[in-house]
């Protein structure tokens, strides 16, 4: 291959993955060229509403992968927190990329952590999973939606449309930003999405070479951690909607899997962890899933995935 081109999204962020990608891309194959593209999707367009209510994070996705079959492009950088842990078959992921750090992060200019936010005050989020998270723990804080690009996102900060806000701090450091970071939220409480942090790279299924020349940008931990992630929401049939927290990290050689599941209507918050060998990274995330089935997360699943397509 002479020339590979990259499709993304054109947010700020969405481009500084796609030109990381191809950085990556140079420094091993130094003849190739590699072009970006750069598109606005629907999820970019419309703000104005929850991403749920608009057809979820799909809405940033589907137009990439359409610009893959029309071969317009080769690949697709993706944030993997974005993609649905059941692709179409039409696709596969070639490699996942070394993982940032997966934490949430709290976001203010006048409060120093979210417990030190006087009641009633405003805090800005789109996620259903940081919502539902804030409900549980920080019931007397105000939940306002939050939509729009990063620097958008920290416009309204600054104009004091939002007492404080929450964000992925991998984003951040990605843009240089990390000085925004008032506090990093800790994983017991606050779990980070699936996927958070790690950058995937979306190709057509069956594109042997592409997926060959792509093999070395992937890296083995991070696969095998958000692996374990991606399996257990697999196995809970959940899309990116719904209020499913998974975060796996390796310590001492153990592989450590926790989850959580939300239904704030109904007030249920479910949890589960699993540890085992990194290699068993599948069977840890089908594992965490059963336990989440047994207190009843099969119904939930149904019961807000079928909220989200009235």
Known sequence: MKSITIITRNSKLAMWQALHVKQLLQDLYPELEVLI????????????????????????IKELEYQLLARNADIAVHSLKDLPANLPREFELAAILKREDAHDAFVSNQYKSLDEMPIASVVGSSSARRVAILKQHYPQLQIKLLRGNLQTR?????????????????????????????????????????????????????????????????????????????????????????????????????????????????????????????????????????????????????????????
């Open 37 to 60: 593209s750069g598109i606005t999707t629907e999820g970019d367009r419309i703000l104005d509403q929850s991403l749920e209510k608009i057809g979820g994070k799909g809405l940033f």
């Open 154 to 310: 920290l416009a309204k900060l600054d104009n004091n449309e939002y007492d404080a806000i929450i964000l992925a701090v991998a984003g951040l450091k990605r843009l240089g930003l990390q000085e925004r970071i008032t506090q990093t939220l800790a994983d017991d409480k606050f779990i980070p999405a699936i996927g958070q942090g790690a950058l995937a790279i979306e190709i057509k299924a069956g594109a042997s070479k592409l997926k060959k020349l792509l093999a070395p940008l992937n890296d083995k931990n991070s696969a095998v951690v958000v692996g374990a992630e991606r399996e257990m929401g697999r196995y809970l049939n959940a899309s990116c909607n719904i209020p499913l927290a998974g975060f796996a990290r390796i310590v001492d050689n153990q592989l450590k899997l926790s989850a959580l599941l939300v239904d704030v209507n109904a007030n249920v918050y479910l949890t589960a962890e699993v540890s085992g060998a990194p290699e068993d990274y599948l069977s840890i995330g089908k594992a965490c899933a059963e336990q989440l089935i047994k207190q009843g997360a099969a119904e939930i699943v149904q019961r807000l995935s079928a909220a989200n397509h009235r």
